[in-house]
């Protein structure tokens, strides 16, 4: 006879390997209900949503960093925009008060020239007047700032706040301007004689 070997799915262990499986099968089993019994608490629902809401807040965070990030960058533009206006405006003030300078200077030197060219120091007092006044109204039909009227104002507001009594400075100055305008009397005459 032959010996013929064929699988019958029947396996042959010891007794201790068997008791070893049981075990294990028995524990895997008490493990399963467990899980199971978690599955259907609370707990894992409220874990499930809870997965879901950080994922929400997750890209709540997401866009909120990308705005804060734009935000600073439109502020950071907006601040270099201030520095640059303030640099500017900085410019601007130099500007002006370089004008003013300006129109100061220009203000002494035509005052300067129309008392050269007048015999009379209430003659020159009221051409100067005039001629100032229509340079402010000028101005004013134009729409700008009458700075220069300013500095007339002021150059007058000088004269009349002087303490009344003798000052020799003024007296001298006005000897001058009348032995000026006798010298040029005298000029005058002798041409006028000359032309005779």
């Known amino acids: 006879m032959k010996k013929v070997e064929k699988y019958t ?39 499930e949503g809870l997965e879901k809401k950080i994922q929400e807040l997750s890209k709540e965070n997401y866009r909120l960093i990308e705005e804060k990030n734009k935000a600073t960058k439109l502020n950071n533009k907006q601040i270099s925009m201030y520095y640059d206006l303030e640099e500017d405006n900085k410019l601007l003030n130099t500007q002006i008060s370089e004008l003013k300078q300006e129109i100061s200077f220009i203000y002494r030197i035509t005052k300067e020239f129309f008392k050269e060219r007048t015999d009379d120091l209430e003659a020159f007092k009221s051409i100067f007047k005039d001629w100032a006044d229509n340079v402010f109204t000028n101005l004013q039909n134009n729409n700008l700032i009458g700075y220069f009227k300013k500095e007339y104002d002021k150059d007058n507001r000088i004269k009349t706040n002087k303490k009344p009594g003798f000052d020799f400075e003024d007296l001298k100055r006005r000897a001058d301007e009348i032995n000026k305008s006798n010298k040029k009397e005298k000029s005058n005459k002798k041409n006028r004689d000359f032309v005779r």
């Open 9 to 47: 799915g029947s396996l042959i262990i010891s007794e201790k390997d068997f008791l070893g499986m049981r075990e294990k099968i028995n524990n895997g089993k008490k493990s399963q209900e467990r899980l199971n019994n978690i599955l259907k608490t609370d707990f894992y629902k409220e874990n």
